[in-house]
């Protein structure tokens, strides 16, 4: 495992290692690279709804 890139967020640190991606062919990554943008979607539409449903809704 080797560490290729480091991000660091508010909550948290993300660290990408090639073992994730090393071998993996272009469909595959851009599947995954799509599956991930939907998920930080879906998180982000949820946190905005409990917001609003907690009457916050000064995003």
Avoid: S
């Amino acid at each position: 495992m080797a560490i290729v890139a480091t991000y660091h967020y508010p909550n948290g640190t993300v660290y990408i290692d090639d073992d994730c991606y090393r071998d993996v062919p272009p469909e595959e990554m851009e599947r995954r690279i799509r599956q991930v943008q939907q998920t930080a979607w879906e998180l982000f539409l949820k946190k905005q709804r409990r917001k609003q449903e907690d009457g916050k809704e000064n995003v």
